[in-house]
């Protein structure tokens, strides 16, 4: 495929995505001068947020801790309405965001990017959009987002429901459910905020579990002009706390050694923790309850305790009790009214592990134990975590190497930012970084700051190609493996270990995350880029790329040397 014409790229940089990350890295370059565009999939922005419609949709980040920090004026014009916001406000949120720094025109949407190829010899990136158009540029930036890649479970007879169904990502615009028999296949985080939302508001409610999650109330409220006043006049104080957290959230762990502790001051903190708004059940507790057996299970046994007060059914009670895995060790769903759910009379919990559904066919659902006829399936089956919306471009590095065939037993990268043998791309919020484990928005603003620096060093060094050394990437890939082995979620099926019954070959643990923390992950990028950009290797194009220190890269040192002697 042909690469940039005579007259160079047509752009000196593209990103893929205009969601929460697309936007911030738009912004930091434009505000640098920089010749960018974003290429969006869908007709709006926002991403996550534009896709997931569905009822009951909101953050279980505090709203005030996931705003962009960048800007002192946009906090202190921007009000959030409650502690957790619905996701219509989010996404009115990062729609003013797009107004407020003029980023909507330089964004284009519907454009599908279907491929992107690297040429050598141009050390420029060609991408294919789903209408054939073709685009060239230098430096191209992944902002794909996180959870993109939607999966609907692999049933017989799925094409042959002749009612309405949907995943939970194309949620149908104005879809009335009064009145409807509604079936929820799936009860991570999505299904949790869905089935608490339509409980006892349509003509039947039956849930397919195929195994039970850890929830916790999310504790939401509203937030009042008073209160919000006090946010915006402490937003220094929440974004420094953010910045020490693992998380990147409010909540820290208590390092209290656990046992220590009493057992009632244990009860006293759970209590507390129960009660509290946010994840500061999870993250705010001890910390051994992630890294110990024991300490994990006293817990777990005090949260089954709560599902056992909240669920008038003691069968239905203990079937929402996981078995398989310990609290915390999956991500945990917030939800508000979930376990009430089970209490209304036109609310079915189908235990799929006790009877597994057989088919799918024209008029609803039937399991071994029968036939559950339905007017509506919302698949809330989840995504292809992670890496499915990298593996749905068809990106191809130096050689011709496929991404997707390099990736297939999991991600390699450097840093969760850089792949060796792919130049001049660079993955914003990627596999191995700490956005997939954090507050994404105090994530991302890591990364992209971290790669518009990275880009300035291009610069200033006066080449135009960068790329990771294979033996760094190794390395860091195995760092990722290492981090694992220290967390109780070593053992887990979920998302976070790269688990998805729904896709061939990630029946076993695919490593994703950074699981070091979000300081950690900072000050690794942070020596990194003060070693220099130890184990990337900065070029031009004709030159050849894999030598550990070309002359562009000599000559640029050697002159900014110069400068700082000067
Ligand atoms: P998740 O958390 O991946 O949940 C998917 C759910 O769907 C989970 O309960 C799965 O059960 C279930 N599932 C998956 N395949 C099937 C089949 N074939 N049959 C029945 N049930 C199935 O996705 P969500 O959309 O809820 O949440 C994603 C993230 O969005 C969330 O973590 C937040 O960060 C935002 P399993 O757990 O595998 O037993």
Redesign the pocket.
Known sequence: MAGASDRGPDHEFIVIGAGLCGLYALHRLLETGRDVIALEAHPGLGGTWYKNRYPGCRFDSESYTYGYSFSADLLQEWDWSEHFAAQPETLRYLNHVADRFHLRRHIRFDSVVRSAVFDDHTSTWTLELGDGQRLTCRFLLTALGL?SAPMK???PGIQSFRGVSFH?YDWPEGLDLTGKRVGV???????VQIIAELAGRVAGLDV????P?WCAPLNNSPIGAEEMAHIKASYDEIFARCAETPGGFIHGPDRRPFHEVSREERLALWERLYASPGFGIWLGNFRDILLDEDANREFSDFVAGKIRERVHDPVTAEKLIPRDHGFGVH?VPLETGYYEAYNHESVRLVD?EETP?VEINETGVATSAGQFDLDVIVY????DAITGSYDRIDFRGRDGVKLRERWADGPTTYLGALIAGFPNLVMLGGPHSASVATNFPRAIETSVDWAAHLFAHVTDLGCNRLECEPGAEKEWTQHIQDLYQRQLLRKA???FTGYN??IPGHDRTRYLIYTGGAPRYRRELDEVAGDGYRGLVFSSPGEVPHLTSTACQREGEQRMRGVEHD
Do not use: C
């Not at 296949?185 to 299904?191: A, D, R, V």
């Not at 397919?208 to 195994?211: I, R």
């Not at 809330?380 to 995504?383: K, N, R």
């Open positions: 959870l479970p692999r049933i939970t296949i799936g009860t991570g985080s999505t299904g397919f579990q195929l195994k999650n991500r799929l559904i809330a089956t989840g995504f099926k979920s998302w019954p729904n």
